[in-house]
């Protein structure tokens, strides 16, 4: 064995984390909190749980997104063995049996034997040895508190909300139709529900005024731009919502007029039971939402398995904490990986924490880290994670706005990034070198 290190937080940073170390003859310590203490919005004790969204984007290589997943299947990522082997139907993105991804996944990593899992609530980083801190958007507060205290710097947090589920056996397919928009994917990967003009005025105007949960005194609202409550993207205008999650551009059917507005449902597990509403996060109350999504057509006596919810994230100020190989500036024992960094979505932290360990395990060998190609989009990711101005530091996803590359044709700039991380692999991972 080269060394141990500890991994706290069992999400999907830290499940890439301790499945890579663990499989390059490293020992790892893996800190779990759930299912001992819970978490808001988990609902699980597994390892890498999906809580808002089944979706991971999509999968098109002319994409900054669909790079990515190209990028971490190099680099040999266990996220995107478990999407692959436990995909369902949604046009061009990747979606998952949530369930199924989460178990196996779980299961991986509890069958290796030089991971030992603590189910335990961390309050403090270890003195000694590596750490890797994945704690997630859902930090425990003391845990929070303790970091404030070490990192000197105010944390920073917004609001992330999920979307409600629905059971399609309660759906009115008299009114709901399968179709892909522009026919992507299987051309039938989503339900659709359409709305006349009239019927998208009434439900506007119910969602608009409709109650929300109430934040607590201290609490102000601050959203993450790219998960935005549904009755948030309403206020600022009816527009906002037949032009973006609700616009019907691409749902046309044979035989019948374009609708004023459509909802998409996406098929949530592999027995296509279970279907979330695509684009609805939400904070309104439980009543509520039941209340005013009913105004949908189709989904009129609708089941709701699950409510949408909201929920507060953390995220450090790393532009002021770490180095480009995810170190913390004052110990390089210490990486953070993760949403706390500041990259939303589930690919963008898994990659981090792939990215933390392969440093981690190369600094246990006493090799020099390392950083990434800036012509990938795990690169770049980290670049601005660490080089963003830290007076409005605000989560980023991957997008070819933050990618730096000298080419302008997707494709082309796709090919680089992929021979280039083919490169960086090559010459610092060695994947053939301390495998189980």
Known sequence: MLGKVTVIGAG?????????????NCQVDLYEMRPSKKAPAHHTGKFAELVCSNSLKSFELDTATGLLKEEMQILDSLVMKAAKLFQVPAGQALAVDREKFADYIDKTIRALPN?????????????????IVATGPLTSAKFSRELRRLLGVEQLYFYDAAAPMVLKSSLDFNKC???????????????????????????????VRGERVKLRHFEKEKYFEGCLP?????????????FGPMR?????????PL???????RQDDSLAEVYNMVGFQTNLTFPEQERIFRLIPGLEKASFVRFGVMHRNTFINSPLLLTNKLTWRQDPRVFFAGQIIGVEGYIESACSGLFAAINAWRQLQGLEMVALPKETVIGSLVDYVVKANPDNFQPMNANYGVLNSPLKDKMAIAELSLAKLREWRDKYVDCLSGIL
């Not at 999907?12 to 390059?24: D, K, M, N, Q, V």
């Not at 603590?118 to 590596?130: F, M």
């Not at 019907?248 to 019948?256: D, I, Q, T």
């Open 248 to 256: 019907p551009v691409g749902l046309e059917r044979e035989n019948a």
């Open 177 to 207: 139709y399968y179709k892909s928009r522009y026919d992507k994917g299987m051309g039938d990967d989503y339900i659709n529900c359409p709305m006349t003009k009239e019927e998208f005025i009434k439900f506007y105007q119910e969602l």
């Open 259 to 265: 609708p004023y507005a459509v909802v998409q449902l």
């Open 230 to 242: 549904i009755e948030v993207i309403a206020r600022r205008g009816a527009q906002t919502l037949t």
């Open 115 to 131: 991971v030992t899992v603590h189910h335990e609530e961390i309050t403090s980083l270890p003195k000694d040895g590596l750490v």
């Open 12 to 24: 999907l940073a830290g499940s890439e984390a301790a499945y890579f170390l663990a499989t390059h």
